[in-house]
């Protein structure tokens, strides 16, 4: 019995920490580029920047009147065994865009990521500078967001953060080499084709919470999957984004009563 029962009990908490987090992700009819809407103006600065999201558009009033928002500074509340993060991906074309607040890649269909019994699908990634989440009160250098959606609209997204180092990632210079320059518009080739798990860190430990977009409309119920490593990248590389995007994230939100879940 006493061989047991932790394992039971480690089980059901892992399982009730997914579901929780599944469950909080509410039903909405955004689609994964719902991150990056063209229709309301928005900013990171000035009058159109964050702390004026709410008035832009009734639709934005989460953003300033929700208790589950992101960024939050990343400290973990508990340690639970976590599942293995269940990454089905398989390689895509180039396909980036400028859509005005960030570089973002809409990925081939058909990779996916299964939490709880659900499969949520890879629709896109983008980055910011620096990470958006920090941990332990500290930014890192720059982070990609790999927005994933369910057939029911429920969203989750991995963050994957990077440090500075010496060597120029390999991958993302690929990506860098195209990136479109203007605002709206959009480069496509099929000759460059990468994986998205080729870019991503050996060791998958995580953080998982349940938080909202970043940008509005800070659509709340999103399951945020936080890497717990990071990947380097050349300063070269991270100057290049700021110098097209030189603030592009919103600032840390409360944590307010949410449990910041930790693999070991
Ligand atoms: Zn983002």
Known sequence: MHRILPILFFSMITISAHTQAAEEASTNSETADAETPSSSQWSYTGN????????LHQNYKVCEYGDKQ???NIRATRTLELPELKLNY??????????????QQAYDQGSYMI????????MQFHFHSPSEHTFLGKYRAMVAHLVHEADNGRLAIIAMTMHMGPKPHAILQSLWDKMPTKANQTVVDNKVKFN??????????YFLYSGSLSEPPCT?????????????????QVNKFISMFPTNIRPLQA??????????
């Open 70 to 72: 992101s960024p939050i």
């Open 196 to 205: 998205i798990i080729d870019m991503m860190p050996w060791d998958k430990g």
């Open 255 to 264: 944590q307010n009563n949410r449990f910041i879940n930790a693999t070991h």
């Open 115 to 122: 939490l709880g019994k659900t499969r949520f699908n890879l």
């Open 90 to 103: 398989v390689s895509s074309k180039l396909n980036l865009t400028n859509n005005g607040h960030t570089i």
């Open 48 to 55: 159109t920047g964050p702390e004026h999201w709410s008035q």
């Open 220 to 236: 709340e119920g999103v399951t945020w999957l936080v890497l717990k490593e990071s990947i380097e990248v050349s300063p070269d």
